[in-house]
T-cell receptor, first 115, second 112 residues
Framework: KAGVTQTPRYLIKTRGQQVTLSCSPISGHRSVSWYQQTPGQGLQFLFEYFSETQRNKGNFPGRFSGRQFSNSRSEMNVSTLELGDSALYLC??????????????FGPGTRLTVL | DQQVKQNSPSLSVQEGRISILNCDYTNSMFDYFLWYKKYPAEGPTFLIS?????DKNEDGRFTVFLNKSAKHLSLHIVPSQPGDSAVYFCAASEGGSYIPTFGRGTSLIVHP
């Protein structure tokens, strides 16, 4: 089974621009979660999509948004980029249909640098 | 408010010795715990997990211990190897949730 893929792997943008990141989950997985990783802050949860609906949301401003398509692929968009948005953005997938012990499978991440 | 805390940002251990990574949690509803390992430029990978009905789970060199009364879990790596050098994330979930809550991670360095 192919793993979680994320594109692009690296991205450089300037302040004020917007960016779209893409994630393809493991085949059969219907839940896709997005995380931001910065030094010292660990994995901060952005949001989770399941069957094209946002099911959970973290504490990020509205500049961060996402969506999920019928094939479970997901995109994350960040508008009006700020320097502090520079981070590794990780996508994780899971079957998503069971509460509790959900092991998540992570992609390699997209390294976003905002200049 | 952090519900999963990894209070040691880093840990340095000699090859062959034991590495002990600690994790504390505040939510008494958490009943499933996971450890992930992350190398630079890669996504985290699942390492080992434990359900709250157990107090220990072993997988090769990795053992996770859970102390529910203290709301504390630890990951033991014996013996430690240089290839174990990575960031380790503790995560916890409760029966009613679909996604786990992650700690901030502990960077383990194993010296040859």
């Amino acid at each position: 089974k192919a793993g979680v893929t994320q594109t692009p792997r690296y991205l450089i943008k300037t302040r004020g621009q917007q960016v779209t990141l893409s994630c393809s989950p493991i085949s059969g997985h219907r839940s896709v979660s997005w995380y931001q990783q910065t030094p010292g802050q660990g994995l901060q949860f952005l949001f989770e999509y399941f069957s094209e609906t946002q099911r959970n949301k973290g504490n990020f401003p509205g500049r961060f948004s996402g969506r999920q398509f019928s094939n479970s692929r997901s995109e994350m968009n960040v508008s009006t980029l700020e320097l502090g948005d520079s981070a590794l953005y990780l996508c994780a997938s899971s079957p998503g249909s069971m509460r509790g012990n959900n092991e998540q499978f992570f992609g390699p991440g997209t390294r976003l640098t905002v200049l | 408010d952090q519900q999963v805390k990894q209070n040691s940002p880093s840990l340095s251990v000699q090859e062959g010795r034991i590495s002990i990574l600690n994790c504390d949690y505040t939510n008494s509803m958490f009943d499933y715990f996971l450890w992930y390992k992350k190398y630079p430029a890669e996504g985290p990978t699942f390492l080992i997990s434990i359900s709250s009905i157990k107090d220990k789970n072993e997988d090769g060199r990795f053992t996770v211990f859970l102390n529910k009364s203290a709301k504390h879990l630890s990951l033991h790596i014996v013996p430690s190897q240089p290839g174990d050098s990575a960031v380790y994330f503790c995560a916890a979930s409760e029966g009613g949730s679909y996604i786990p809550t992650f700690g901030r991670g502990t960077s383990l360095i194993v010296h040859p």
